[in-house]
């Protein structure tokens, strides 16, 4: 198949990932993939974000900055309708954003399927975590987006259902969670025993994650495990946990590496004893997990629906109740404690990520396979369209 993919990303996060990691997955099953988005993209670094953005989102009041995103909806479309013109593809796959119109006008204008790839209700997470000022406009211009598409592929059940709510049939939504490139991910190597217990953590850094309640809970460790934290990532939270681990007198117990190139991931994530996820979105596929159980590492997560759609109590990680303040902490030095236990959680949740196909690979079967089925959707429905009446 002929795909283009649009999308609206300048920063070289998360977001970039999945991104590229779609992307090479189609193409290296044979689908021709051509990309769209703004000029910067390519040229920009990890964790890194444009100077006028940066400048604007300083300076400027919120609702000019929103507004400067819905006019770029114009070039945006523009540019994606000159690359469908010279393309030609079969479909447009795009990664949905706030005030992104591109595919939806160049899909309806070229008579093209739309495959919407959501990742969150962006106007609602832009509201509460980041302000929003134009928030009408953008869950209306949101509700649209999805409603237009073909088909839309949210990456977990949890924001299936907020899709549905919006108006977009059951029928038209399918499920496409986060995924990893197993070969990525060596098998993991047992731990020399009596060394140090490594409490691992990776990812954007912000206040909500949780890390201080783990920082406290360091300071207040009995005298038998003495756990240490690794933090590998930048944010806005990394200031306040230095400084925490300052005043409680665990500094030295608490690692900083800053940010990490992906390929460095695996071996990053391989060092970690007992890998963290203290606290998540109720609708988000969070990468880090898949990171986790594809280097084998027994993991501590919180007890949400989301996050059960990946895990399982007891089999692959020790999930917590996000409501109990010390929860997290209680599972963390359960593993902490049983060696045996970390071993068969791990390897569980290894196994889990071949066994349900986590992998970018899979996932650029299902999106071929779905996009296909919309090409011949389409094709039907124009035969029929063209076909004559029947003669009286």
């Known amino acids: 198949m002929r795909i283009l993919y649009s999308h609206r990303i300048r920063s070289r996060d998360g977001q970039a990932v999945h991104l590229e990691a779609i992307v090479g997955a189609l193409r290296g099953a044979g689908h021709a993939v051509r990309v769209v988005g703004p000029a910067g993209f390519e040229r920009g670094s990890l964790g890194g974000d444009s100077r006028a953005v940066s400048f604007i989102r300083r300076w400027l009041p919120a609702w000019v900055g929103e507004l400067a995103e819905l006019a770029y909806a114009v070039p945006a479309a523009i540019r994606l309708d000159r690359a469908a013109a010279e393309f ?199 990468l880090k997990v898949l990171e986790y159980m594809a280097a084998g590492r027994p993991i501590v997560a919180p007890d949400q629906p989301n996050i059960r759609e990946l895990l399982e109590h007891g089999r692959t990680a020790l999930l917590f109740d996000p409501a109990d303040p010390d929860g997290l902490w209680r599972a963390a030095m359960r593993l902490a404690g049983d060696p045996a236990l970390r071993h068969a959680l791990g390897n569980a949740a290894r196994e889990e990520i071949l066994r349900r196909d986590l992998t970018w690979g899979g996932h650029a079967r299902r999106v071929a396979l779905l996009a296909a089925a919309e090409v011949r959707r389409l094709d039907a429905s124009r035969a029929a369209t063209a076909a004559p009446e029947p003669a009286a």
């Not at 209306?140 to 990456?155: K, M, N, S």
């Not at 038209?172 to 009596?194: H, K, L, W, Y």
């Not at 490594?198 to 909500?208: A, D, M, P, S, T």
């Not at 005043?247 to 940010?259: I, N, T």
């Open 88 to 286: 030609r593809p079969d479909a447009i796959y795009e990664r949905a954003n706030l005030f992104h119109l591109a595919g939806t006008l160049v899909a309806a204008r070229r008579g093209l399927p739309l495959l919407l790839e959501v990742n969150a209700p962006l106007a609602e997470e832009r509201a509460r975590f980041g302000g929003l000022a134009l928030h009408s406009v953008a869950s209306l211009l949101e509700r649209l987006v999805w409603r237009r598409a073909d088909r839309v592929l949210p990456v977990t059940a949890v924001l299936a259902a907020r899709v549905m709510r919006a108006g977009v049939p059951a029928g038209r939504i399918t499920v496409v969670p986060n995924g990893i490139v197993p070969e990525d991910f060596p098998a993991p190597a047992d731990r020399p025993p009596g060394g140090e217990i490594v409490l691992g953590f990776i990812g954007f850094l912000r206040e909500w994650h949780g890390l201080a309640s783990v920082v406290r809970a360091l300071a207040d460790a009995g005298p038998g495990l003495r756990p240490v934290l690794h933090v590998v990532g930048e944010g806005p939270a990394r200031e306040g946990l230095e400084r925490l681990a300052a005043e409680y007198g665990v500094a030295d117990r608490v690692r900083f590496s800053g940010l990490v190139e992906r390929d460095h991931v695996p071996g990053v994530v391989s060092g970690f004893d007992i890998a963290l996820q203290p606290a998540a979105v109720d609708y988000a596929c969070p």
